[in-house]
């Protein structure tokens, strides 16, 4: 953020992360902080657009929630794909519909949902965080020093 410049909805929301984080017991740690990742998005105008081709607009049927369904995402177009707009992103993502659609609640709750509310599997939670994070990355114009610490501590505890 700018330096000096006061963004009442973002402290806000660092308030309400902050309380949750220090109220959660370990497992809903995760989801307290995709919560604040969606929501830091959400705030700043970043909300992916979901259900609809950001390139040519066509509206994009999402199938069922198992983990076989997938969709073309794009952190740096800024949403999902269509068949026939997905090439034109070379790094595009496939998460699971099913994470799309955590994505979706997530960025709209005011506050961070309990962990037992999502059920996804390890695999889809893994996607939906790199999804997050990837679209965090396209949108900041520095690079994320403390990810790679967050993600070795991360790391430690799930050994």
Not at 74 to 86: D, K, N
Request: hydrophobic fraction near 35%; include cysteine; proline fraction near 8%.
């Amino acid at each position: 953020l700018p330096e000096h410049q006061a963004d009442e909805p973002l402290y806000q929301t660092l308030k309400i992360f902050l309380h949750h984080l220090d109220e959660a017991a370990p497992e809903q740690t995760e989801t307290v902080g995709m919560w604040f990742e969606a929501r830091y998005l959400a705030v700043h105008g970043y909300t992916p657009t979901l259900g609809k081709c950001v390139a040519c607009e066509a509206k994009i049927s999402l199938p069922p929630d198992d983990e076989t369904s997938r969709v073309a995402f794009s952190p740096q177009m800024g949403g999902t794909l269509c068949a026939s707009c997905a090439p034109r992103d070379a790094e595009r993502l496939s998460p699971p519909v099913g994470a799309l659609r955590v994505l979706h609640s997530l960025e709209r709750s005011p506050q961070p949902p309990h962990a037992g509310r999502f059920l996804l599997s390890t695999n889809a939670r893994y996607e939906l965080r790199r999804a997050l994070r990837t679209q965090l990355q396209a949108h900041l114009d520095v690079r994320l020093k403390s990810q790679k610490f967050l993600d070795e501590v991360e790391a430690t505890l799930t050994v």
